[in-house]
């Protein structure tokens, strides 16, 4: 093959969140560990966004007394993080801002209570970094959290990917310039063609500017493309297709998702991007990265799965420059193919209004 050959990077993701409403062990530990295992007998490697904002209340709640399981679900959960890194998989940051304590979030004997006004992330203030209540405070210490956490299992781990909670990262504007403030080099949060308006969420990626290959972001509009790389993060979409193709939709898009889709499915979207990818039996010039979604809250087709992985398995025998990856991983070459450094780099904040730099 010629050194003009690219790459495909097959990056299989989880929204890492939600046992609050019941088991933690057995509605988000168990299922991860079950899909960790999934991927290590097929090759592959998985990559989870942590919501830290869960995280952090139930460690209060344990600490406090007011929740009493016949475990500990925070020392369940930094186990399962740290044993991820120390096997070769990702922990990227993901957001829930309706599960901080500083937003109303409590636990009763009929369990938990949001304030959804409070579900999505640009509902926040921009604030600073020592509010959790803001903006700039959930990444600043979100990203602290997972980083004190998992560097003294791998002291070259860095936070570099975040997805937003629920997929609402609309409007985008602050929400990038936090992400630059704090290091973080890539979203994957959209999914071209979904949408929905309904309340508490609100996300409308019908106009994004590819349903499959990252871009640099609009520093202004996420779902658009800057002329260039500066001062902008790259987004790396949710692999969807129109809705046509499956009878299970989000909004007017079906995501590449292993919750959801069976084997047949997910590998008939993976035929259609290889398709447009891939010429004879080399891959087009170029870091390209496809990335599947799911919850391990929702993991149930265990088979599937499986089966799913055993064919993409049988593509990368076949293709020289096919490969499973993490989230890091794809980011980082991507940023190296485009002659960019991938160390974290954090750069100074100018707030609105603001006529100094933070």
């Not at 579900?119 to 970094?129: A, S």
């Not at 508490?200 to 990252?214: E, G, I, T, V």
């Not at 202004?220 to 692999?239: G, M, Q």
């Not at 799911?294 to 055993?310: D, I, M, N, T, V």
Request: proline share 4%; with cysteine.
């Amino acid at each position: 093959m010629g050194s003009n050959v690219g790459s495909i990077y097959i990056v299989i993701t989880g929204d890492y969140e939600g046992g609050g409403k019941g088991d933690v062990y057995q509605h988000r530990i168990k299922p991860t560990y079950e899909i960790m295992q999934i991927c290590e007998d097929h090759g592959a490697k998985y990559t989870i966004f942590a919501d830290v904002c869960e995280y952090w209340t139930i460690k209060n709640m344990e600490k406090s007394g007011k929740l009493k399981l016949a475990y500990s679900a925070t020392g369940e959960t930094e186990r399962q993080l740290k044993e991820m890194i120390r096997r070769g998989h990702d922990v990227q940051l993901h957001l829930h801002p309706q599960w901080l304590e500083e937003a109303g979030c409590q636990y009763t004997n009929d369990g938990w209570k949001w304030n959804l006004d409070y579900f999505r992330l640009p509902n926040l203030p921009e604030g600073n970094p020592n509010d959790r209540l803001s903006i700039r405070g959930l990444f600043h210490q979100g990203v602290k959290t997972l980083e004190e956490l998992l560097t003294p299992i791998d002291p070259t781990y860095k936070c570099i990917a975040f997805r937003a909670g629920g997929y609402c990262i609309q409007p985008s504007e602050t929400i990038i310039k936090a992400m630059l403030e704090v290091g973080i080099l890539a979203d994957s949060s959209v999914a071209k063609g979904a949408y929905n308006t309904k309340y508490p969420y609100f996300y409308d990626f019908r106009n994004a500017h590819s349903n499959c290959d990252p871009w640099w972001a609009d520093p202004k509009d996420i779902t658009k493309a800057s002329e260039d790389n500066k001062a902008t993060i790259l987004e790396v979409p949710i692999y969807s297709c129109p809705r046509t193709i499956f009878h299970r939709i989000l909004g007017r898009s079906s995501q590449w998702d292993y919750c959801i889709l069976n084997s047949a499915q997910l590998i008939s979207m993976f035929k259609k991007y290889l398709s447009k990818h891939t010429e004879g039996s080399q891959v087009c010039p170029g870091i390209h990265i496809i990335v599947m979604m799911g919850h391990p809250k929702l993991f149930h087709r265990h088979h599937e799965f499986k089966r799913c992985l055993q064919r993409l398995s049988r593509y990368i025998s076949q293709y020289e420059h096919i490969k499973f990856s993490t989230m890091r991983e794809a980011v980082e070459d991507f940023y190296r193919s485009e002659g960019l450094s991938c160390s974290v780099a954090k750069i100074p904040y100018r707030a609105k209004g603001s006529e100094t730099q933070r």
